[in-house]
């Protein structure tokens, strides 16, 4: 089934009076309850939903947020959570929490300052009940009453006279939940582009590559160079992101040239130096397809529909397909969108840029441990068709293929590795040595001619005692049982085959930190799916 028609089928469900006033009482007894067995205040959490549906996607995701928030600062405070209580249905989501070292003025002080805080805030239904069991009224504080979502008098008044359509509140709320919620989101991905490009300079030992320690076979550039060119695209992974979101026609003329724009913004940090040209690309369309699922995913609106369905949170979704499937959509558009006559230069730029040098000469294998492979073929390896555009190759292969390099070999190495113990460091060169022999790199191949790719690969196979014909989780079970000595000596060896020949493999490198925001956004788009 298509991601789209997966998530679509989850429709909003309208509630009825009768449920909404269950699950008021319903409340007000978990109220009693935590008032009796706690004797502190509390806090009731509810959302403002005008109408019949009370709850959506991006209702419930915009809830979760808003109270993680408000339990961090409840902490930050010096309070201690004695119990909270939970729920979700279709009348909602609720939170009740019972407080301790905290007044309930100071509470109601805390809950109107997040009302009001934001416009999103005024959806927040933060009621505080002290330790009788006694609603403390706005008033208590000094507050003045809450306004209306649409007009500047009282939502009280305007509630009662019904001042403004259902239509009109629906759709306002919905802007607001849409501007709070891709805020958030947008946060998140920048955060996530940025320490994935940091995670990859800091990784060493590196074959021929900036790291924090050296930089490998590069004279033009340090890690300082790395850092003024990170610091210049973290407004652009924002851009992406929003780009992808939008599904009108401009959206990929629009993400091609947020791309041109970073590129511009990189060289001129880094007074011409191409640091991040690859990593623009696959983060740009990494960043777009998750705004592209989130947006699908957080308009399917409900959990769960009136035929009773399994709810979404509780199937099984392949999210590292989904982004694969997604980036794959949105590099093919790319490529189709150089056809258009604004991107004639763009075209030509590119042409020249692809221009290969010659083989590597004799004495390019003279290393003791890479002699005798020239003839070795590339191997073989699982990747998705791109026969739409065989003239491809490097990372533009890699992303109308869905980056195959990133999702079957980077990602799962970087989650096992991690997820066992291993520090990031040496998960790291776990995922770059199998990446080493997974990819094809065409910056390897610019500075070390047609047969450097076979040379290394070759190499990383039989380190990894594999034969030249391998499944993707042969390469990765090999990857995560080779000794942490062994492959630091590999990776030492490589790094002087690399500097004595002046040999980069910045394809992969792009590709291992491609594949640790990856990782990164499979859980974001996984949490995401929690609520619909």
Request: proline residues 3%; glycine residues 6%.
């Amino acid at each position: 089934m298509e991601y789209s028609e997966y998530f679509e089928k989850h429709r909003r469900r309208e509630v009825s009076l009768e449920e909404v006033l269950e699950a008021r009482d319903r409340r007000v007894e978990r109220q009693s309850y935590l008032t009796a067995t706690h004797r502190t205040p509390l806090i009731s959490f509810t959302l403002n939903m005008p109408g019949g549906v009370k709850k959506t996607s991006l209702s419930s995701f915009f809830f979760n947020d808003r109270l993680t928030r408000l339990k961090m600062r409840l902490r930050a405070m010096g309070a201690d959570i004695e119990e909270e209580i939970v729920t979700s249905g279709p009348a909602g989501d609720e939170a009740i929490l019972a407080i301790s070292y905290l007044s309930a003025l100071s509470l109601k002080v805390l809950s109107v300052d997040m009302e009001e805080r934001s416009v999103a805030g005024r959806l927040l239904d933060l009621d505080v009940i002290d330790e009788d069991g006694k609603p403390v009224k706005r008033t208590a504080v000094g507050a003045e009453p809450r306004r209306c979502l649409l007009c500047d008098r009282q939502a009280s008044v305007c509630g009662s006279s019904r001042a403004h359509s259902l239509n009109d509140l629906t759709g306002k709320v919905t802007g607001m939940l849409e501007h709070a919620v891709y805020g958030m989101l947008v946060d998140e991905v920048v955060s996530m582009a940025g320490k994935a490009s940091s995670f990859e300079l800091m990784v060493s030992m590196k074959p021929g590559l900036v790291t924090y320690t050296d930089s490998g076979s590069h004279s033009d550039m340090d890690r300082f160079t790395f850092v003024k060119s990170q610091a210049s695209l973290l407004s652009y992974y924002r851009d992406a992101f929003l780009a992808g979101r939008d599904d009108s026609d401009k959206a990929i003329v629009n993400l091609r040239l947020e791309g041109m724009e970073a590129e511009q913004r990189m060289f001129r940090a880094t007074d011409g130096v191409n640091t991040h040209r690859g990593w623009i690309y696959i983060a740009g369309i990494l960043s777009a397809a998750a705004g592209r699922i989130s947006a699908s995913m957080l308009r399917g609106d409900a959990l769960s529909n009136l035929e009773n369905e399994e709810p979404l949170q509780n199937r099984t979704v392949d999210m590292a397909a989904l982004l694969s499937e997604m980036s794959a959509s949105i590099a093919h558009a790319l490529e189709e969108s150089l056809g258009s006559s604004f991107f004639e230069n763009t075209r030509k730029a590119m042409k020249e840029h692809r221009s290969v040098p010659p083989a590597v000469t004799e004495n390019s294998t003279s290393h003791p441990h890479l002699a005798g492979v020239r003839n070795f073929q590339v191997a073989s390896f699982p990747r998705f068709e791109s026969a739409s555009h065989p003239h491809l190759a490097g990372v533009r292969k890699e992303a109308v293929s869905g980056f195959p390099s990133i999702i079957n070999v980077g990602v799962p190495i970087l989650t096992r590795a991690l997820k066992r113990g291993d520090e990031e460091n040496l998960a790291g060169q776990r995922a770059l040595f199998a990446l080493l022999a997974a990819a094809e790199d065409t910056t390897l191949v610019k500075r070390g001619g047609s047969t450097a790719i076979p040379h290394i690969r070759r190499y990383v196979l039989e380190a990894l005692d594999l034969e030249d014909e391998h499944e993707a989780a042969a390469l990765i079970c090999s990857a995560l049982a080779l000794g942490e000595e062994a492959l630091h000596a590999h990776l030492k060896t490589l790094s002087e085959y690399f500097i004595d020949r002046r040999l980069s493999c910045g394809g992969v490198a792009d590709l291992l930190a491609g594949s640790y925001f990856a990782r990164d956004l499979c859980s974001l788009l996984e949490r995401i799916a929690a609520h619909c």
